[in-house]
């Protein structure tokens, strides 16, 4: 059964950071997806990042330059830190991951079959 557990949200002023860290467990692909995607209320789910098994990223146009996604094989952590951040970054980040045929690329949310439960950022101005 796999499993997905985000930590590491929180408040903080804008033009500060803030570290996601997911850990995974029973997921056992040799290749695979793992992303970050936020919601934010009354807005549809977005991919903010997303890396692939051997380690190729891609960003979404708002938050590149700012945040940055990794992983941890060993600890079968994947990581997200955003700095920077802006009231405009405020939403639930989520974790998600997949084995998906191609690149991972920017995917929409409905094509990730595993999910955390997600953990809120906010970002006062």
């Known amino acids: 059964q796999v499993q997905l557990r985000e930590s590491g949200g929180g408040s903080v002023q804008a033009g500060g950071s803030l570290s996601l860290s997911c850990t995974a467990s029973g997921f056992t692909y040799a290749h695979y997806c793992m992303a970050w995607f936020r919601q934010a209320l009354w807005k549809e789910r977005e991919q903010v990042a997303v890396?692939?098994?051997?380690?190729?990223?891609t960003y979404a146009d708002s938050v590149k330059g700012r945040f940055t996604i990794s992983q941890d094989n060993a600890k079968n952590t994947l990581y997200l830190q955003m700095n920077s951040l802006k009231p405009e970054d405020t939403a639930m980040y989520y974790c998600?991951?997949?084995?998906?045929?191609?690149?991972?690329?920017?995917?929409?949310?409905?094509?990730?079959?595993?999910w955390g439960q997600g953990t809120q950022v906010t970002v006062s101005s």
């Open positions: 890396i692939d098994s051997d380690g190729r990223t």
């Open positions: 998600a991951a997949d084995l998906l045929l191609g690149a991972c690329g920017v995917r929409k949310a409905y094509e990730y079959k595993y």
